[in-house]
């Protein structure tokens, strides 16, 4: 499987027959970035715009996306030619042989309005299993202590998620990981330098996947 990193928590897992599911691509990704990209299924964490952004999803046209109800109401009468498909915290969906879980996320108190739904997700596809934090800024959603993934994908920015060092804390507590995966990060602070170093201390193995 490929992963592509685009910005703040913006992904793209590409399977080996060539499948496209999209995670997160929002406002901090330039539209013109994402021109000629085919995009089968997209998964939206939450409502704020660095997650959820009208102008990218027109561009990718994803097939179909998976939205809680905060972002469809928030769409309002803007069509989208993506079948729309509601999820909620709670739900195993198999989308197109995929499966994936959504939890709940604690976002922390920092933000100025807390979204209605802020999702996590648990994804198993192309035989590996990921794990996708979201705005994760207190430790919450699914128990993590018996969980192995191929992937754990972690916020590191501070503020509104997670900081390096409570990003490593968390990893730490999965009974295995095989690559922690750093998002949403601050490059004026050097959040992702400070997270690798300190997962290298901790034992962890990390990739760093760069932004497209």
């Known amino acids: 499987m490929k992963i592509t990193k685009l910005e703040q928590s913006g992904f793209i897992l590409e399977t080996e027959s060539g499948y496209r599911l ?5 406002s901090m990704t330039p539209v013109e970035k994402l021109s000629g990209q085919k995009i089968d299924a997209m998964l939206v964490s ?5 997650h959820f952004s009208v102008p990218q999803i027109k561009v990718l046209v994803p097939k179909k996306i998976y939205l809680g109800s905060e972002c469809i109401e928030t769409l309002g009468e803007e069509t989208l030619s993506s079948k729309i498909i509601e999820a909620s915290v709670g739900d195993t969906l198999n989308i197109d ?13 920092n933000v100025s309005k807390k979204p209605r739904e802020n999702f996590g997700f648990l994804i198993k596809i192309d035989g590996q299993k990921i794990y996708f934090a979201g705005d994760m800024f207190y430790e919450s959603g699914i128990d993590v202590s018996n969980l192995e993934v191929d992937y754990a994908l972690l916020p590191v920015g501070t503020s ?19 690559n922690v995966v750093p998002m949403h990060s601050r490059k004026e602070i050097q959040t992702v330098s400070r997270f690798l170093e300190l997962a290298k201390t901790a034992g962890l193995q990390t990739k760093d996947f760069g932004i497209l």
């Open 22 to 26: 999209a995670l997160d691509i929002g």
């Open 46 to 50: 939450h409502v704020h715009g660095d």
């Open 97 to 109: 042989g995929n499966e994936v879980i959504f939890f709940d996320v604690d976002h922390g108190p």
């Open 160 to 178: 509104y998620t997670f900081g390096p060092e409570e990003a490593v804390a968390f990893a730490k507590k999965f009974k295995n990981i095989k």
